[in-house]
């Protein structure tokens, strides 16, 4: 039986077999080259690491129709160490646990602006994001990998993709 892997920022909750509750710094991941012409993004998640928490009751998900048994709070930090800004066109977040890949969630621009109050990170700046998560794992154990990318298009119109990586115990 495929289990859902569910992320939500504030409020939303992802249905994808993963946390709800806790966060975890990773070291930052640039994929771009620093330039003066285009975004540097790199991705940090806090706290590190992330610690569920078992829902009791169970957590719903978004939709209020699925139960998570553990729940995840981060942050998702997106820093810009370029001269250049960018605005974030979506972060994927893909669960991995027990040797299973859950599908991707996607967290939309729409959604960043709501839960950040906005989607852009200033040239030398950090926009943060905070992210609940509510998951079950086929083991039934609270570990967890999540894998994050980030979608970006610079104020000069490049395209910019940064990841990073965080888990969850």
């Known amino acids: 039986m495929r289990q859902p892997f569910r992320t939500g920022v504030a409020a939303a909750v992802l249905s994808a077999s993963i946390a709800c509750s806790g966060g975890s ?15 540097t993004i790199s991705v940090a998640v806090r706290p590190s690491p992330i610690t569920a ?13 699925s139960s998570f ?12 160490s370029a001269s ?5 066109n979506s972060i994927a977040l893909t669960g991995t646990a027990d040797g299973k ?5 996607t967290i939309s621009s729409d959604d960043i602006k709501q839960l950040a109050g ?14 609940s998560v ?21 104020d000069r119109g490049n395209q910019v993709t940064a990841t990073g990586q965080v888990s969850v115990s």
């Open 84 to 88: 250049v800004g960018a605005t974030v």
């Open 134 to 154: 509510a998951y079950n794992t086929p083991s039934g154990n609270a570990n967890l990998n999540v894998s994050i990318s980030v979608q970006a298009t610079d």
């Open 101 to 105: 890949t859950f599908s991707p969630v």
């Open 25 to 39: 710094d990773t070291a930052p991941s640039q994929l771009n080259s620093a330039s003066s012409n285009q975004a």
């Open 69 to 80: 048994t553990f729940a995840a709070d981060m942050t998702i930090d997106m820093l810009d």
């Open 53 to 65: 928490m078992r829902c009791a009751p169970q957590c719903s998900g978004a939709s209020g129709s």
């Open 118 to 131: 906005s989607n852009h990170v200033d040239a030398h700046a950090t926009l943060s994001l905070p992210v």
